[in-house]
């Protein structure tokens, strides 16, 4: 579905740019218990490299990696979910990608 997705962004309405969030680093969670944590940072592992290939084999594509740290001050009370302070990091990212795929044109 994903890959359809990015071909309907491409064909159908002719983006001209696609930013692509990466995986978050479940693997850094340490409430999470064996083996689940394993299965999931595997999981992680592998959608983040499908993502960097299918935006190296793309030139109007950019992966930004939301390997950001996981500590206490980033994680909300809940021990799994990003707080507000995961979520601005991530969306300074974000910012920057959209800048440079701006200055592109």
């Not at 969030?21 to 340490?30: A, D, E, F, Q, T």
């Not at 992680?44 to 950001?68: G, M, P, T």
């Not at 001050?73 to 300074?92: C, K, L, M, V």
Request: proline content about 6%.
């Amino acid at each position: 579905e994903f890959y359809q997705l990015t071909e309907l962004l491409e064909n159908k309405y002719h983006v001209a740019n696609i930013i692509i969030s990466g995986i978050p680093p479940v693997r850094k969670l340490k409430q999470i218990p064996f083996p689940l944590k394993s299965v999931l940072a595997l999981k992680e592992l592998i959608f983040n490299l499908a993502l960097q290939l299918l935006c190296q084999n793309k030139r109007h594509f950019c992966l930004v990696s939301i390997d950001l740290p996981v500590t206490k001050q980033t994680i909300a009370i809940d021990g799994f979910h990003p707080n507000s302070i995961f979520y601005r990091a991530w969306a300074e990212r974000i910012t920057k990608a959209i800048e440079h795929v701006s200055s592109r044109h």
